[in-house]
C-alpha cells in the first residue's frame, strides 16, 4: 500500500498564501498523474491541479494564475502553491496519486485550508 500524506493547511486571511505538500510513502518516479483536489462543505470534490503525465499539468478553473503545482521526485513530494486565496477555496484538499506498480489511486487523509478575515 501506498500512503500519502498532506501537510500545510490552516486558516489564512483572503489574499494570502499557502504551500500544501503532499509526501508519498513509496517513490513517485513513474507516478505520471498525481496531484490535487477539493471537497467545500455542501459540494462536490473538484479538479484543483493534477500532473496528467509527469510534467503536463491539468488545473481547476477556480486554480487557474492562482495556483501552481510542482513536484520533487527525490522527496516523494507533490507541493501546491496557492496564492491570492479567496473565501471559496475553503475547502478539505486531497492528495491524489495512480501508482502503476500497484495499478490503482491512493488518496490522502486531507488537509483543511480555510481562508477567512
Known amino acids: 500500500q501506498v500512503q500519502l500524506v498532506e501537510s500545510g493547511g490552516g486558516l489564512v486571511q483572503p489574499g494570502g498564501s499557502l504551500r500544501l505538500s503532499c509526501t508519498a510513502s513509496r517513490s513517485i518516479v513513474g507516478v505520471l498523474r498525481m496531484g490535487w483536489y477539493r471537497r467545500a462543505p455542501g459540494k462536490q470534490r473538484e479538479l484543483v491541479a493534477l500532473f496528467t503525465s509527469g510534467t503536463s499539468t491539468n488545473y481547476g478553473d477556480s486554480a487557474k494564475g492562482r495556483f501552481a503545482i510542482s513536484r520533487d521526485n527525490a522527496k516523494n513530494t507533490v507541493y501546491l502553491q496557492m496564492n491570492g486565496l479567496k473565501p471559496e477555496d475553503t475547502a478539505v484538499y486531497y492528495c491524489?496519486?495512480?501508482?502503476?506498480?500497484?495499478?490503482?489511486?491512493?488518496w490522502g487523509q486531507g488537509t483543511q485550508v480555510t481562508v477567512s478575515s
Open positions: 491524489n496519486g495512480y501508482f502503476p506498480s500497484y495499478n490503482r489511486a491512493f
